[in-house]
């Protein structure tokens, strides 16, 4: 049965490869992962395997090539270098901060832009976190550990909230966590306010709800990550993880059209 489900597949995929994100050298891959998700369509299949979740979280980890570039993919799969720190971090402006925390000059600077039109209509934005070096990521990864909790115990529970160092979207200096790391958030008017126009000042909410089998967390509606106008705007309207988005339509552009 298999083996004519493996014959089907590769013939449809014979047609999908039309995608220009397929990869020629992921064949097996795709096909595997179809077989145990016949339900996927083979968009999905492409994507979901260029993403690299026919493997657990944190295998088959790629050091990340373009630290600096504005659209980085940082996540389970992708690892910052240990020692990267952003050479352009500046400090938001103390109304918007809820103490000396840092964003790179650009990622500050929208995000100072969106404060401001958010306090015109009567919302009050706050940072709450933003850069974290390698070593702090580590040490919040494993605030909770207690001698009692196993480490595969502890990273099972831990992994859905918290990034493992190197792995955190906030090493780049563009992410930052608004005002309230609560579910509720979603339901304040700040969170709703956010969620519907944190793209115009070129965020994205990059931990949507019912996601977290794609980007490996819980729904988050606090953490917003700097993309720039244009990419904001269009990840947001593709309704895409920004997971899935960048193995569609960046991860096999040219490195001189994303490098900023
Ligand atoms: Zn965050």
């Not at 657990?56 to 659209?71: D, G, I, K, L, R």
């Not at 996540?75 to 103390?94: A, F, R």
């Not at 103490?99 to 995000?111: D, G, I, K, Q, W």
Request: glycine residues 4%; proline residues 4%.
């Amino acid at each position: 049965m298999e083996e004519i489900l493996r014959i089907k597949y590769s013939a449809e995929l014979s047609e999908a490869c039309l995608l220009p994100f397929y990869d020629k050298s992921k064949d097996f891959q795709y096909i595997n992962f179809k077989l145990n998700n016949c339900n996927c369509s083979w968009e999905e299949v492409i994507t979901f395997v260029n993403i690299g979740l026919h493997n657990e979280f944190y295998t088959n980890v790629q050091s990340v090539p373009n630290p600096f570039c504005m659209c980085v993919l940082v996540n389970k799969y992708n690892q910052l270098p240990s020692t990267y720190i952003p050479g352009d971090l500046e400090v938001i402006d103390h109304r918007f901060n809820s103490s000396n925390l840092l964003l790179r000059h650009v990622a500050r600077e929208a995000f100072e832009v969106m404060c401001r039109a958010a306090e015109e209509q009567g919302y009050h934005l706050e940072a709450i976190s933003t850069f974290r070096s390698y070593t702090y990521q580590n040490e919040v990864y494993y605030r909770k550990m207690t001698p009692e909790i196993s480490l595969d115990v502890y990273q099972k529970e831990r992994d859905r909230v918290s990034a493992r160092a190197g792995h955190s979207e906030h090493q780049t200096g563009l992410a930052v966590d608004i005002n309230d790391l609560e579910k509720t958030f979603e339901d304040t008017p700040e969170g709703r306010w956010l969620a519907k126009n944190a793209y115009r000042y070129g965020y994205i909410l990059r931990y949507p709800k019912g996601e977290e089998p794609i980007t490996g967390y819980d729904y988050e509606p606090w953490h917003f990550r700097y993309l720039g106008l244009e990419m904001a705007e269009a990840v947001s309207q593709s309704n895409l993880t920004y997971d899935e988005f960048y193995v569609r339509y960046l991860s096999y552009t040219k490195p001189t059209l994303i490098n900023n």
